[in-house]
């Protein structure tokens, strides 16, 4: 550290992302939630020589084009969708603009909220997920907080029932409340139509996980016009071309092929659904995803053992060594040949316990 550094950041701990190895080699990396396929074919045609020499000019810092697919496809106008490098950079925002009376949410979801609230210098509270890692919006009553809400949640998997975000926006129609929907193309049900008749709802997507671009790096949000507005005027005061002009293509392309859309989530669905069935069969407690991840505890095994087991075997899954969570790993689904690989190699790390 540099006797430079504000003395407010001196304490910052950084988000922990999943690894990323350098070299590949042979391992399959169930670790970080990609996708196992790769980008829309339409995605892939735009590294041509021409766009990459447009690459001397700045990006439409508007998004004009990708705001407009994004708004067709959930049938907005692209005036109330807002796009962002990742949906990290939106979720930055909201954490630096819209938490004037802090930030709530679980103490088991995605990493990065407490670490934008320490960023931020934003006041948070922690709601507790019930025994059985469910959220109870009861829970949210009386909070003034913005409500941070990862549906299906992260790395849970759980999801809340469309009428349970209603109810959390009818509590308090002066408190916001931020769904992050990272995941919820994989059997959750979004809520981007209640943003219609909530103005105090902003959904946050991405197209990190069920668009192939974790990579591009871009994520969105829809919400009430001023909110989005809101979210503007940010990004136009700190970084007002935070997307580059390839991702901006990318994106536009991902969205408007709604058929490899639906195939690949598809896809991810039925292998969720095979593996699943197979741990259970094992004898692993195995919570209900929604999400292209599973999230498992192995019988006999601590979560760290059976994580160690399998890195040694070349399969690299997420474990978090933390309360409530210790006993389990998270397991991104991939392919039907990598779950297959998976099955066989924890049948023979239980065999060998
Ligand atoms: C992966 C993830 C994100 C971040 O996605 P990016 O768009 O890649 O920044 C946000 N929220 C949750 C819950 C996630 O799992």
Aim: aromatic share 10%; net charge neutral.
């Amino acid at each position: 550290m540099s006797r430079f550094l504000d003395r407010k950041l001196q304490t910052l701990e950084p988000y922990t992302p999943g690894e990323q190895p350098r070299d590949m080699g042979k391992l399959i990396k169930l670790n970080t939630n990609e996708s196992p396929f790769p980008p829309a074919p339409g995605v892939l045609d735009i590294l041509t020589r021409g766009q990459s020499a447009d690459l001397r000019l700045y990006p439409d810092m508007n998004c004009t084009a990708l705001r407009a697919a994004i708004g067709a496809f959930y049938g907005v106008e692209p005036q109330r969708v807002f796009a962002g490098n990742g949906s990290d950079d939106v979720l930055a925002f909201c954490f630096h603009g819209f938490c004037p009376n802090g930030a709530a949410f679980a103490d088991i979801t995605y990493g990065f909220y407490p670490v934008f609230a320490q960023m931020f210098g934003v006041q948070e509270t922690i709601v507790p997920l019930r025994a059985d890692f469910s959220i109870d919006p009861q829970d949210y009553a009386g909070i003034k907080s913005t409500v941070f809400i990862a549906n299906p949640n992260a790395p849970t998997g759980l999801c809340l029932a469309p009428g349970q975000i209603e109810a959390l926006c009818r509590q308090n129609p002066d408190r916001l409340v931020i769904v992050d929907e990272a995941y919820v193309d994989f059997g959750g049900e979004t809520v981007v139509g209640l943003t219609e008749k909530y103005d105090n709802l902003l959904v946050v997507q991405t197209f990190s996980k069920s668009r192939q671009l974790a990579g591009g790096r871009l994520g969105f949000a829809i919400g009430a016009k001023a909110l989005i507005d809101d979210l503007n005027a940010m990004k136009f005061a700190f970084n007002p071309y935070s997307i580059n002009r390839l991702t901006l293509l990318a994106g536009q392309a991902a969205m408007e092929d709604r058929a490899y859309f639906d195939k690949t989530r598809g896809q991810i669905c039925e292998n969720r659904a095979f593996a699943r069935e197979k741990l259970i069969q094992m004898g692993f407690s195995v919570t209900d995803s929604r999400a292209n991840f599973l999230f498992a505890r192995a019988p006999g095994l601590s979560g760290g053992a059976y994580y160690k087991a399998l890195r040694d075997r070349g399969i690299l899954v997420r474990w978090f060594d933390r309360d409530r969570i210790r006993d389990y790993v998270r397991i991104t689904v991939g392919t039907r040949e990598q779950m297959e690989t998976l099955i066989e190699e924890t049948a023979q790390i239980l065999r060998q316990r």
